[in-house]
C-alpha cells in the first residue's frame, strides 16, 4: 500500500501535466485493448461471479464504448468557461484536477463499475488507486493490465489487493485526495465518514429498490417481456435492477399473467452457456441472504407466483420469482432484495402509483410505462429518482449522467456532470 500510495503521488505530478490530448488518445488505446481482448475478459466475469458469458461480453464492449465517449468528448467537457466580467478583464472558470482518488468497486460488473469512474477521472488528469471486491481478483488485475498495454505511464491506474478492513486508512492518507465507492449502504457509510472526517470530496452510488410503473394504458407483452429482462439480468444482481412492480388495477391480472409467464421463459443455468440468461448468484452467502428476505416476506403475508426456493442443482441457483400480495414493511416491500426476486403491488390509479414509487428511503432509479408519453414523463417527473425511463428499462449510458438521491448516494458520472466531479473548478480571473 506505501509503495502504491508514493507511485501514485508521484505519477500525479506529470500525468496532470501531460497534454489532454495525449490523455485521451490513451484512453482511446484502452479502448481497443479492451476490444480484442473482449473474450478472455469475459470468461473472467464469468469465472469469478457467474455473469451469464453473453453479459459479460456486453459489459467488456460497454466499457469500450465509455472509453471511446471519453476520448472524443473529454476536451469539450473540460473547456475553460467565460464569465461576464467588467471592461479590460477576463473571468473564466478552468478545470484541474484534484489528485490520486481511491475507489471501491463492487463485483456485480467488475469491469464497467471501474471504466465508469476510470475513464473520466484519469482523463481530467486524476490518477486512480483501485481497491475492487475480494472475489474479483482476475479482473481486478485484467483491468490494470489493460491500461498497462494502452501505455499508461506507472502509477497512474493501479489496484490494491486488499480488504475492506484496510479502506480507512489509504482513504486517510494525505496523498489521496478523493474517493468514489459503489457499492452497499453500510459501506458507503464508511467511506463517507472517514471522508467527512478528513474533508476529502466523495461520489457514491449506492443501492436501490427501482419501481417499475405499469400504467392503465401500457403495452402490457413490451412491459412484461422488458420487466422479466430488468429484473433478472445479470441473476439480479444489479442496482439499478427494476426491484418493485407497481401496477394500475386495470392493467395488474392481465400484466401479472403476462409477466409472470415471461419470467418463466428465462433461461437459467450454466454460465459459460451463449443460450444462459440466468446464472448462478455471486456466492452462496448471498444466495442465504436473498432466500431469508424471500421466506421473511412469505411469512408475512405474500404470495409466491413462480421461484421462490433455491434450485435442487449444483452451485448458488435461485430462480427467477415473483411474489405478489406484499404485505407493507416486509423485506420485500422495504428492503433491497440482490438477486432476481420481483414483488409486485396493485395500486388503483396514477396518484397511488406515484406514492407507491417513492415509497422507498431509495432512489436511484425508475420506469414508467404507458401508451401516453406525455402522461409517462409527467408520472416520471414525479417520483423520486435519480434517473427515469419511460418505456425503457433503467440503465447507464455514457451521454447521460447517473446516480441517485436519498440513501441510493449522491454525486454523478458520466457524460459532462461526471469528468467534473473531481477537479478543481477554478475562477481564473485576468486583468
Not at 479502506?167 to 452497499?184: E, I, M
Request: charged share 25%.
Amino acid at each position: 500500500m506505501e509503495a502504491a500510495l508514493a507511485s501514485a503521488d508521484d505519477a500525479f505530478e506529470s500525468w496532470r501535466e501531460r497534454p489532454l490530448r495525449e490523455r485521451e488518445e490513451l484512453l482511446a488505446a484502452a479502448g481497443n485493448v479492451l476490444r480484442e481482448n473482449e473474450r478472455e475478459y469475459a470468461r473472467l466475469m464469468t469465472e469469478e461471479m457467474g455473469k451469464p458469458i453473453s453479459q459479460a461480453v456486453a459489459e467488456v464492449e460497454k466499457c469500450a464504448w465509455v472509453c471511446d465517449h471519453y476520448a472524443e468528448h473529454a476536451s469539450a467537457y473540460l473547456q475553460p468557461e467565460g464569465h461576464p466580467s467588467p471592461p479590460g478583464a477576463d473571468v473564466q472558470t478552468v478545470y484541474e484536477p484534484l489528485g490520486p482518488v481511491l475507489a471501491v468497486m463492487p463485483w456485480n460488473f467488475p469491469f464497467w463499475q471501474v471504466f465508469r469512474f476510470a475513464a473520466p477521472y484519469l482523463t481530467a488528469g486524476n490518477v486512480g488507486l483501485l481497491k475492487h471486491a475480494s472475489n474479483v481478483p482476475g479482473c481486478t488485475q485484467a483491468i490494470a493490465d489493460v491500461f498497462e498495454e494502452a501505455g499508461y505511464p506507472d502509477g497512474v491506474f493501479q489496484t490494491l489487493l486488499v480488504g475492506s478492513d484496510a479502506v480507512d486508512d489509504v482513504l486517510a492518507d494525505d496523498r489521496v485526495r478523493t474517493a468514489t465507492l459503489t457499492g452497499s449502504g453500510p459501506a458507503g457509510r464508511a467511506v463517507a465518514s472517514t471522508a467527512g472526517q478528513e474533508l476529502k470530496k466523495t461520489v457514491l452510488e449506492l443501492g436501490g429498490s427501482d419501481p417499475f410503473v405499469v400504467l392503465d394504458d401500457a403495452d402490457l407483452d413490451e412491459a412484461a417481456e422488458t420487466g422479466a429482462w430488468a429484473r433478472n439480468l445479470n441473476g439480479g444482481q444489479s442496482c439499478i435492477a427494476a426491484k418493485r412492480f407497481v401496477v394500475h388495477a386495470d392493467a395488474y391480472d392481465e400484466f401479472v399473467e403476462r409477466f409472470v409467464d415471461e419470467v418463466d421463459s428465462l433461461t437459467v443455468g450454466d454460465p459459460t452457456d451463449e443460450e444462459t440468461e440466468v446464472g448462478p448468484q455471486a456466492s452462496a452467502d448471498l444466495l442465504a441472504d436473498l432466500h431469508e428476505q424471500v421466506r421473511a416476506s412469505v411469512e408475512a403475508g405474500a404470495t409466491v407466483l413462480t421461484g421462490g426456493e433455491p434450485m435442487d442443482r449444483e452451485g448458488a441457483f435461485y430462480p427467477p420469482t415473483v411474489l405478489a400480495d406484499v404485505p407493507e414493511g416486509c423485506p420485500a416491500d422495504s428492503e433491497e432484495l440482490f438477486g432476481p426476486v420481483a414483488a409486485v403491488f396493485e395500486v388503483d390509479d396514477e396518484a397511488e402509483a406515484v406514492e407507491k414509487a417513492n415509497d422507498t428511503a431509495f432512489g436511484l432509479g425508475a420506469s414508467v410505462w404507458t401508451a401516453d408519453r406525455e402522461r409517462g414523463r409527467r408520472v416520471a417527473r414525479d417520483i423520486d429518482a435519480g434517473c427515469t425511463y419511460v418505456n425503457q428499462l433503467v440503465k447507464s449510458d455514457p451521454r447521460v449522467p447517473f446516480g441517485g438521491v436519498g440513501v441510493s448516494g449522491y454525486g454523478r458520472e458520466l457524460s459532462e456532470p461526471g469528468i467534473k466531479e473531481f477537479v478543481n473548478r477554478k475562477t481564473l480571473w485576468v486583468e
